[in-house]
């Protein structure tokens, strides 16, 4: 129970537009005063510089995973996550970031150099193909009004 504690929670982007991060700033000019009250933002890039990945009560994954390196860092943040919410289309189905999978064979080609020098996967996968997923927030970008409810929803979970 973390009935007067404050959420800890983590923001991560991996391949994508970032998008779902800029949603997420907006939709912090109405629900800045009622957050930062509820929450402590332990790893969130796009509000501070001095970030930590401990232990996260929610986490939220932008983009899709693209190389061994994401796929590493992913694992270590759903290790030390209770929660782990998948945002954006990206990282619930893996489009539109992960287009390079349907390529043809002239297309792959011509970027098999880009792959080997990121030392990107051979296909790309989205976020539930790594790690389990508690809960999904689709859209491109993300639905505000469908990750508020989401987010309400695991408030309320922790207080429970
Ligand atoms: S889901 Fe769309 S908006 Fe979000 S990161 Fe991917 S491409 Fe960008």
Same mark, same amino acid.
């Given at each position: 129970m973390i009935q007067d504690k404050k959420?800890?929670? /983590?923001?991560?982007?991996?391949?994508?537009? +970032?998008?779902n991060t800029v949603v997420f700033t907006e939709l912090m000019n109405d629900h800045w005063q009622e957050w930062?009250? %509820? =929450?402590? =933002?332990?790893?969130?890039? #796009? %509000?501070?510089?001095n970030n930590v990945l401990d232990d996260l009560d929610i986490a939220f994954i932008e983009g899709a995973? !693209?190389?061994? +390196?994401?796929a590493a860092r992913l694992k270590e943040i759903r290790v030390k996550s209770k929660k782990l919410v998948a945002i /954006? !289309?990206?990282?619930?189905? /893996?489009? &539109?970031?992960a287009q390079r999978n349907y390529f043809?064979?002239?297309?792959k080609q011509e970027i098999e150099f880009l792959v080997a020098r990121f030392q990107? %996967? &051979? *296909? #790309? %996968?989205k976020v539930s193909d790594v790690v389990k997923t508690d809960a999904e927030v689709g859209g491109c970008p993300m639905? &505000?009004? *469908?990750? $508020? +409810?989401?987010?309400?929803? $695991?408030?309320?979970e922790f207080k429970k």
């Amino acid at each position: 129970m973390i009935q007067d504690k404050k959420l800890k929670i /983590g923001w991560f982007s991996f391949s994508c537009c +970032e998008d779902n991060t800029v949603v997420f700033t907006e939709l912090m000019n109405d629900h800045w005063q009622e957050w930062k009250k %509820l =929450f402590d =933002f332990r790893h969130v890039r #796009v %509000l501070k510089s001095n970030n930590v990945l401990d232990d996260l009560d929610i986490a939220f994954i932008e983009g899709a995973i !693209a190389s061994d +390196e994401h796929a590493a860092r992913l694992k270590e943040i759903r290790v030390k996550s209770k929660k782990l919410v998948a945002i /954006g !289309a990206c990282a619930v189905v /893996g489009m &539109p970031a992960a287009q390079r999978n349907y390529f043809n064979e002239k297309q792959k080609q011509e970027i098999e150099f880009l792959v080997a020098r990121f030392q990107a %996967l &051979p *296909k #790309v %996968l989205k976020v539930s193909d790594v790690v389990k997923t508690d809960a999904e927030v689709g859209g491109c970008p993300m639905d &505000p009004a *469908k990750f $508020l +409810e989401m987010v309400n929803k $695991l408030v309320a979970e922790f207080k429970k």
